[in-house]
C-alpha cells in the first residue's frame, strides 16, 4: 500500500477503502486486524494498542506491523488519520466553507465539472473488480428478493435502481427508509433477500436500522456509500463506496449514480435471456393503444 496522506485529497481513497482493496494480500493477522477495524470503522481503531490487540485475538506487535504495512509512522500517526476521518464523517453542509468566503466564490461550471470527474475516477480506480462482480452476480440471481433503500437524498438513487431493476428482473421492490414504514416489511425479511442501501454523510439512523434488522434476521446487505463508510458497513457483505467530495456545501452523488448504472447495465447484461422478453412486453403495453 502506499504511504498514508492526512489530508487526502477527492481523489484519495479513504483508509477504509484501501483496506477493503488490498484484503487478499494480508497474512492472516493483519485480516483479523483489519475485519475489526472495519466493523467498526473508525471507532475500534481508536482504542489503546492493547485493547485493539485483544479484541482482534491478535498480539500488541501484529497490531503495529499491521498498522506499519498501511503506511504510518506508528500508532499515534494511525490514530490521527482516523480521527481526521471521523471529523470528515459528521461535517455537515453549514460546517464546509461558506460560498461566501474570501477566495471561495461560487464554483463555475468547469471546476465544478473537474472535481465531479476527479471522483468519478477515483470511484471507479478504489472498487476491487471482484468487488463488483460479487455485486452483479449476487443481484442477478433470480431465487433472490431485492429491496432498495436509502435515506433523504439518497433514497431517490435507490428508486432510480429500483426502477431499472423492475423491467429486468422479478421480485424486486423499494423500502421507506423511515423506521415507521419498514418495521411491518420485516416479517417477510429473510436469507432470501438482499437489501441495497444507499447511505452516505451524514449516515441516517432509520436506514441503519432498517438494514442492521434485515442482517440479523438473515438477509445479505449491499451498500453503496461514501469512502469514510456508513455504519451499514458492519453488517454489509458488500460494499461499493464512492467519492463524494466537491466544490460546494453540498456532496456529490454523481459516483453513486455511476455506480447504480454500472450495475445496472451488468446485472441487465447478464440477464439477457430474460430480460430482454420483460423489456419487450413493456414496449408492447406502452404502445397499446388505450
Known amino acids: 500500500m502506499g504511504k498514508s496522506r492526512s489530508n487526502s485529497p477527492a481523489d484519495q481513497p479513504s483508509l477504509a477503502e484501501r483496506i477493503r482493496h488490498e484484503m487478499d494480500a494480508f497474512t492472516p493477522s493483519e485480516k483479523r486486524a483489519a475485519h475489526l477495524l472495519l466493523s467498526h470503522y473508525p471507532f475500534a481503531g481508536l482504542d489503546t494498542v492493547a485493547e485493539f490487540a485483544a479484541r482482534a485475538g491478535i498480539s500488541a506487535p501484529s497490531v503495529l506491523r499491521f498498522v ?5 509512522g506508528g500508532f499515534p500517526d494511525f490514530q490521527k488519520h482516523l480521527r481526521e476521518e471521523l471529523e470528515a464523517q459528521l461535517l455537515s ?4 466553507a461558506s460560498p461566501s468566503d474570501k477566495g471561495q466564490g461560487a ?17 471507479v480506480e478504489n472498487i476491487a473488480p471482484a468487488e463488483f462482480d460479487a455485486v452483479v452476480t449476487l443481484l442477478s440471481d433470480s431465487r433472490r428478493h431485492i429491496h432498495f433503500t436509502g435515506g433523504r437524498f439518497t433514497g431517490a ?9 423492475r423491467i429486468v428482473r422479478s421480485h424486486v421492490d423499494y423500502i421507506e427508509g423511515q423506521s415507521a414504514l419498514w418495521r411491518d ?13 444507499f447511505d452516505i454523510r ?9 438494514c442492521e434488522t434485515a442482517a440479523k434476521q438473515g438477509a445479505t446487505v449491499v451498500l453503496l ?9 458492519r453488517v454489509a457483505r458488500h460494499v461499493l463506496p464512492a467519492h463524494v467530495v466537491a466544490p460546494s456545501n453540498w456532496d456529490s452523488s454523481a459516483g453513486l449514480l455511476l ?3 454500472a450495475v445496472v447495465a451488468a446485472v441487465t447484461k447478464r440477464l439477457w435471456e430474460t430480460a430482454k422478453p420483460r423489456m419487450e412486453a413493456v414496449e408492447r403495453l406502452r404502445n397499446e393503444k388505450a
Not at 438513487?157 to 431493476?165: G, I, Q
Not at 456509500?225 to 458497513?233: E, G, K, V, Y
Open 68 to 72: 506499519t504495512r498501511l503506511g504510518f
Open 93 to 96: 453542509p453549514l460546517a464546509k
Open 107 to 123: 464554483p463555475a461550471l468547469s471546476s465544478f465539472a473537474d472535481a465531479v470527474i476527479g471522483n468519478l475516477r477515483a470511484t
Open 157 to 165: 438513487l435507490a428508486r432510480y435502481a429500483e426502477s431499472h431493476f
Open 185 to 197: 416489511r420485516m416479517i417477510e425479511i429473510g436469507r432470501r433477500d438482499v437489501i441495497v442501501a
Open 202 to 210: 451524514r449516515y441516517q439512523e432509520d436506514v441503519i436500522a432498517l
Open 225 to 233: 456509500t461514501d469512502p469514510w463508510l456508513s455504519p451499514i458497513a
Open 259 to 261: 455506480l447504480t448504472e
